[in-house]
Antibody, heavy 122, light 113 residues
Framework: EVQLVESGGGLVQPGGSLRLSCAAS????????MHWVRQAPGKGLVWVSR????????NYTDSVKGRFTISRDNAKNMLYLQMNSLRAEDTAVYYC???????????????WGQGTMVTVSS | DIMMTQSPDSLAVSLGERATINCKSS????????????LAWYQQKPRQPPKLLIY???TRESGVPDRFSGSGSGTDFTLTISSLQPEDVAIYYC?????????FGQGTKVEIK
């Protein structure tokens, strides 16, 4: 079965840290860009970060630069998002998503995980 | 950043009738070297992740019913549901993948009248 499965969400205090994981199975992973997208409760979709196929290139939305780090382990078909210095406004469902582009070419997000909820609150 | 603006924010359509959603980008998402519009449409049903419907502005993803179609070029795009079905109740998002950050529209909620 083709799937992405996120884990690692939960309740954390402001200033705390979490590490999200995304396990890929049944799909091409190692040659694809991967992304994290978040959705605050009742709100729209916001792109957070992306990483290229070999992990050498990463990009972040301005609001998480310097606090979040995206990484991947192609041998394990895993994507990660290390989130530090968490703020209340980081509260959201976090989705991992696969880029349908091939090699350096970009594309739409063709496969999404079910999401993991991150709640930042004291 | 490229800003994506959808209209309307919500619409109610009778079963079997046409639903039309518009999406406007703050700058062109047409890449001249390959003549492709870097624009996608997603459907999100309650408590589910988004699902890719349309990419390259008008290419339907595999398995997507042909009542869904995308059109437009440059900065103005449209998603059309030709004959609304009960299972089409959802929020629809456009997204540009022309440049980082990959911005989404604010979403359009489609309901049954």
């Amino acid at each position: 079965e083709v799937q992405l499965v996120e884990s690692g969400g939960g309740l954390v205090q402001p200033g705390g840290s979490l590490r999200l994981s995304c396990a890929a199975s049944g799909l091409t992973f190692s040659s694809k860009w991967m992304h994290w997208v978040r959705q605050a409760p009742g709100k729209g979709l916001v792109w957070v970060s992306r990483i290229n196929s070999d992990g050498s290139t990463t990009n972040y939305t301005d609001s998480v630069k310097g606090r979040f780090t995206i990484s991947r382990d192609n041998a394990k078909n895993m994507l990660y998002l290390q989130m530090n210095s968490l703020r209340a406004e980081d509260t959201a469902v976090y989705y991992c998503a696969r880029d349908q582009g091939v090699g350096p070419k970009v594309g739409a997000f063709d496969i999404w995980g079910q999401g993991t909820m991150v709640t930042v609150s004291s | 950043d490229i800003m994506m603006t959808q209209s309307p924010d919500s619409l109610a359509v009778s079963l079997g009738e046409r639903a039309t959603i518009n999406c406007k980008s703050s700058q062109s998402v047409l890449y001249s070297s390959n003549n492709k519009n870097y624009l996608a449409w997603y459907q999100q049903k309650p408590r589910q992740p988004p699902k890719l419907l349309i990419y390259w502005a008008s290419t339907r993803e595999s398995g997507v019913p042909d009542r869904f179609s995308g059109s437009g070029s440059g900065t103005d795009f449209t998603l059309t549901i030709s004959s609304l079905q009960p299972e089409d109740v959802a929020i629809y998002y456009c997204q540009q993948y022309y440049s980082a950050p990959r911005t989404f529209g604010q979403g359009t909620k489609v309901e049954i009248k």
